[in-house]
């Protein structure tokens, strides 16, 4: 059997358009790449962490040609779409009875979207564009509905990315036709490409610390009525969190203004600020957030 290998990592940027890369989505579930030789296949993921026993629905791996390694996604659906908490429920999952129930129930795909050997022959060296090919064809071979190609998108980035997004996507993926694969390192062949923008925010709650606050949760109404959207803990200055520790202290209430079930101390809806946000959870609730600035100074 074939080692375990280190995935290859992407580096972060802006949409652009060139003809030497191809966009595909970027899947948002748990990273893992695989193996099989001689009927028995083996799955791990960023760190050569054994995902081994966690996915009894993957048993169509066996089927890979024997000494063939692919790199992919694993991703539960709900929908139509990608649902990150769903995967992450099933990949905590220890106990054999409890994985063999959620494999019926919540049954997660693995997203093919690279082959790093085929048959005990290293492709890695070859470009991404030839590795592709390879891939493609494996996949349809085995044709079974666990497995799935990630296909190339066409189109201008803005309008894939909107598109994609719009689907239920965190972003797209942007790879060099000729890129190599390699392993553990993060090169600039291939991108990661999120939607960003600056929400404006109301303050309803904030988790203390020495400095005066640690975090911020916060609401927004960019999606219909006032909702929680997430916690800030980025972008805040050490002299910020003391004045906002101040601040905020007086201005709590009892309760949040609207639902939320984290743990903090809840303050009075009246102090606002900007937040940098890349992708949505599909629930309501934003990941990946960090503190622009007030849009009114505490008092």
């Known amino acids: 059997m074939i080692q375990p290998i280190l995935p290859m990592l992407a580096t972060s940027a802006q949409p652009f358009d060139s003809d030497e890369y191809f966009f595909e989505v ?46 992919g996604e694993l991703v539960v659906f709900q929908d139509g779409r990608p649902d990150l908490h769903a995967i992450l429920r099933r990949h905590q999952l220890v106990h054999p009875t409890r994985i ?17 050997y085929h048959r005990g022959r290293s492709l890695m060296q070859e470009p991404w564009q030839r590795r592709r090919a390879v891939l493609a064809d494996v996949v349809a071979t085995i ?6 190609f990630s296909a190339a998108l066409a189109g201008p980035s803005q309008d894939v990315l ?5 689907q239920g996507h ?40 020495a400095q005066g606050i640690g975090s911020l ?27 906002l520790g101040e601040s905020l202290a007086r ?8 639902d939320c079930r984290r743990s903090a101390l809840w303050v009075e809806p009246n102090l606002y600020c ?22 009114k100074t505490p008092t």
């Open 26 to 71: 970027k899947w948002d579930g748990v990273r893992a790449l695989a193996a099989a030789d001689q009927g028995q296949w083996r799955l791990w993921g960023r760190q050569l962490a054994s995902y081994d026993g966690r996915y009894p629905e993957l048993e169509v791996l066996r089927r890979l040609p024997a000494g063939t390694v692919v790199d």
């Open 100 to 116: 063999r129930h959620a494999s019926a129930q919540v049954p997660v795909h693995y997203l093919l979207f690279d082959i790093l």
């Open 143 to 148: 044709d079974d509905r666990q497995l799935a």
């Open 162 to 166: 909107a598109r994609v997004v719009a």
């Open 170 to 209: 965190e972003g797209i993926m942007a790879k060099h036709r000729s890129s190599r694969y390699l392993p553990g390192q993060r090169s600039a062949t291939w991108r990661k490409i999120k939607p960003v923008q600056v929400l404006p925010c109301v303050i309803i709650g904030y988790t203390p610390s």
């Open 217 to 243: 949760l916060v609401a927004s109404a960019h999606q219909g009525p006032l909702r929680y959207v997430g916690r800030v803990s980025t972008g805040l200055g050490e002299q910020l969190k003391r004045d």
């Open 251 to 258: 201005r709590r209430r009892p309760q949040p203004v609207v």
């Open 274 to 295: 900007q937040v940098r946000l890349l992708t949505g959870s599909g629930r309501g609730q934003l990941r990946s957030l960090c503190f622009v600035g007030l849009l």
